[in-house]
């Protein structure tokens, strides 16, 4: 079975770090692009960062603060968070894309499978 599970979530201050991963199951990551995703209440799920074989891609929120990364070994894909502000608060989310214009991967609707959400609060 395909399965994703998002880890690493957290209360953390403004200014600070997490590092967010993806373990994957029932797949070779080499074979899909992983999006990042969050939700805040009331809002929308919105792309935050995307990876597949050689390409990476940063909403503009989050660029120059984000670094997705990926360990085959382990099958997991990392989302590592810097200089967070408060409004990164959100619950985040990693997906397996499937058959995903790179061009249209902050759409939710192309990913197929999805992880069960980890809760990022940036608060003092």
């Known amino acids: 079975d395909v399965q994703l599970q998002a880890s690493g979530g957290g209360l953390v201050q403004p200014g600070g770090s997490l590092r967010l991963s993806c373990a994957a199951s029932?797949?070779?990551?080499?074979?899909?692009?992983i999006g990042w995703f969050r939700q805040a209440p009331g809002k929308e799920r919105v792309g935050v960062s995307f990876?597949?074989?050689?390409?990476?891609f940063y909403a503009s929120s989050v660029k120059d603060r984000f670094t997705i990364s990926r360990d085959n070994t382990k099958n997991t894909v990392y989302l590592q968070m810097n200089s967070l502000k408060p409004e990164d608060t959100a619950v985040y989310y990693c997906?397996?894309?499937?058959?995903?214009?790179?061009?249209?991967?902050?759409?939710?609707?192309?990913?197929?499978?999805w992880g069960q959400g980890t809760q990022v609060t940036v608060s003092s």
């Open positions: 990876i597949n074989v050689g390409r990476k």
């Open positions: 029932g797949f070779a990551l080499d074979d899909y692009g």
């Open positions: 997906a397996r894309g499937s058959r995903l214009p790179l061009s249209l991967w902050r759409d939710p609707h192309y990913y197929s499978y």
